[in-house]
């Protein structure tokens, strides 16, 4: 069987869009901490309301940070490994499917399978965030999927396997590109800026 994976060669999809994001919240949205008022006129009564839509703000704005810059940046460490490891033994770095198989199993499959059950144990925090923990289940089990036919086709050396593997990567890039997009939405929404191009900011900076 001739060279494996003609998407071998492949970047950190989901680390590209999670360890690289920043929070951008105008200062007049800036939420002050001491809530120690016991006055109980009408006028301080909607005051602390107004003050608590703005916590609320604020807590959203938290958990997209937590979920971006944390929860999907555990998936993305195993993810890189697995994809670098790939990458060693793919593409223009193809020797034999004997050196791919060893790769795959010893190291590429079980980084992956790491970075599914970090997927898999995200909680959303926030209603919002809940369709965005799906999706990156159903990215990271579509490449897990991907990477266990290509496994599956070496044992068998079925060149229709490793066409099946090849379309369940595109299908994984697409999703992820969704993701990204609506990630990016759900951000502005909640005025955090959706940079790939800068470095993330730590949750305990807000």
């Known amino acids: 069987m001739k060279k494996l994976l003609g998407l071998a060669l492949i970047t950190a999809v989901l680390l590209s869009g999670c360890g690289e994001v920043q929070i951008s919240i105008n200062k007049d949205q800036e939420v002050e901490a001491e809530t120690g008022s016991t006055k109980k006129e009408k006028v301080d ?79 959303a925090g926030i209603p919002e965030l809940e369709e965005m923990a799906d999706r990156v289940v159903t990215a990271t089990q579509t490449f897990y999927d991907a990477l266990i036919l290509e496994k599956k086709a070496i044992e068998d050396q079925d060149e229709g396997l490793i066409n099946e593997s090849n379309t369940k990567m595109e299908e994984y890039y697409k999703l992820v590109d969704a993701y990204h997009s609506d990630m990016e939405l759900l951000a502005e929404e909640y005025n955090v800026t959706y940079d790939l191009n800068e470095p993330k900011q730590n949750v305990e900076e807000l």
């Open 45 to 123: 009564l909607i005051s602390d309301e107004s003050e608590n839509e703005k916590m609320k703000e604020a807590d959203k704005q938290k958990a997209i940070l937590q979920f971006i810059n944390e929860d999907i940046y555990k998936v993305a460490e195993y993810e890189v490994v697995a994809f670098q490891s790939l990458a060693s033994v793919s593409g223009v770095n193809y020797t034999d499917d004997q050196t791919v198989y060893r790769e795959l199993t010893t190291i590429t499959i079980p980084a992956y399978e790491k970075a599914l059950n970090e997927a898999q144990g995200i909680e």
